[in-house]
């Protein structure tokens, strides 16, 4: 039983703290909470209180990931699930003191801190494993298997649309902050590890990006599930510096295109569309982690094909043996999610499978499926887009996964002590 400390102790934390105990149901005898971690020591006893209540033992609590190691716990795992813009500093410490870690999404605010933690790893031997699980919903692989049997022809477009938020405020302040990456990249990430699993690599991207709502209102927005514990602590209103609203095109190594708009600041009910179009159909992907079957158009059908005509169209799909035992079967077009919170069970489920993966990497069983580089490419198109805005120009991704161009991520970069 590998031994780990939880560093944040914020709605993530709470929600990986659930899926410790759905991966125990699964797989159980494999993970013990041995401590947690939060600056805001009631934070982290309530979230130690939750893990009592739901682990059946209290990890031991502490302020900093100093006194975790000091404390000679025997700790081999870290989750960081801390605000973006101190995972370059844990993960680096983590790695030094020889523990293997998983990381929330975004992996970190630039490039550079992505390459602060892949570089850590790599000098210390240690696994870091990225959650970034949108990919790992069964639905995702379907269709990814639907594009790698030719179910639509060549692949010509991909459409991720999405627009509402307005002036609200969610989680905290620090998502819209420009030293986190802002909230772009902070959500937007999973838009874009999700472009590059089905389209994949992208060669090129025009971007612009714009700052629409300076100031974030707390009062009157929905309450993030999962985060009650602290939002009594809110203000009414903080400041946002980073952009909120990014329109983008960009051109595929396979040539094809895609067009992204993620506006974080927009009025209205808002919408969300994610397509992709080839030359013999379409396909219409529901929301992530909700079960939804995918919605296939081949030529000039007005109706979608029914699951088994989709499952038809890709003889060869298989879940993964874990995919599978956690959804329950290996041929899903469709899969029930019940539950409350984010993405309800299937969520809990996606985050265990991770912990899973990395258990068994740590094991000897196989490489994560998103390692450092796999985890710093979506960073890199979301801040590519910020950075063609800036250039006022076409950019190419390897200009940003270089490092060579960097100029609007400087003043992240500065406020992290990367740069001077």
């Not at 999405?162 to 990249?185: C, E, I, N, T």
């Not at 081949?298 to 799909?317: I, K, N, Q, R, W």
């Not at 196989?366 to 120009?393: C, K, T």
Request: aromatic letters at 6%; one cysteine or more.
């Amino acid at each position: 039983m590998r031994r780990l400390v939880l560093a944040g102790c914020g709605g993530m934390g709470r929600r990986h703290l659930r899926a410790y105990r759905t991966l125990d149901e699964l797989e159980p005898g494999r993970l013990e909470l041995a401590a947690v971690v939060d600056p805001e020591l009631d934070r982290a006893h309530f979230v130690a209180a939750e893990a009592q209540e739901l682990l059946g033992a209290r990890p031991a609590v502490f302020t900093s990931l100093d006194a975790a190691l000091d404390a000679a716990l025997g700790l081999e795992l870290i989750d960081v699930v801390t605000a973006a813009a101190a995972h370059h500093t844990i993960a680096a410490q983590a790695a030094a003191a020889g523990l293997h870690a998983l990381c929330e999404k975004p992996m970190a605010p630039t490039v550079q801190a992505c390459r602060v933690m892949q570089a850590a790893a790599q000098r210390h031997g240690r696994v870091l494993s990225i959650a970034e699980n949108y990919r790992r919903d069964p639905i995702a692989r379907l269709l990814r298997a639907l594009l790698e049997a030719g179910a639509i022809g060549e692949l010509r477009t991909v459409v991720d649309l999405a627009a509402g938020g307005g002036r609200s405020a969610s989680a905290g302040g620090w998502q819209f902050k420009r030293a986190h990456g802002g909230s772009l990249l902070e959500s937007g990430v999973h838009n874009a590890d999700l472009q590059l699993y089905l389209g994949g690599p992208v060669d090129r991207v025009h971007g612009q990006v714009r700052l629409r709502e300076p100031r974030r209102f707390f009062r009157g927005a929905q309450v993030k599930p999962f985060h009650e514990h602290y939002a009594a602590g809110y203000p009414e209103a903080e400041a946002a510096d980073a952009p909120d609203s990014l329109a983008a095109i960009y051109e595929y190594e396979n040539g094809a295109l895609g067009h992204w708009l993620y506006d974080r600041a927009a009025h209205g009910p808002g919408f969300v569309r994610f397509s992709i179009f080839g030359s013999e159909g379409q396909i219409d992907m529901p929301g992530v982690r909700t079960g939804r079957p995918l919605r296939v158009y081949l030529g000039g059908a007005a109706h979608p094909y029914t699951d088994a005509e989709v499952l038809a169209l890709a003889p060869d799909f298989a879940l993964d043996d874990r995919t599978a035992r956690f959804f329950g079967g290996d041929r899903l077009a469709r899969y029930d999610n019940a539950g409350d919170g984010v993405g309800g069970s299937a969520d809990l489920k996606l985050i265990a499978m991770e912990i899973a993966e990395l258990l068994d990497a740590v094991d000897g069983r196989g490489p994560v499926e998103v390692d450092a580089e796999a985890g710093l490419a979506p960073v890199a198109l979301v801040m590519a887009a910020h950075e063609s805005s800036h250039a006022g120009r076409p950019v190419t991704m390897r200009e940003v996964l270089d490092g060579a161009l960097c100029a609007y991520q400087d003043a992240a970069n500065r406020a992290l002590g990367l740069t001077s």
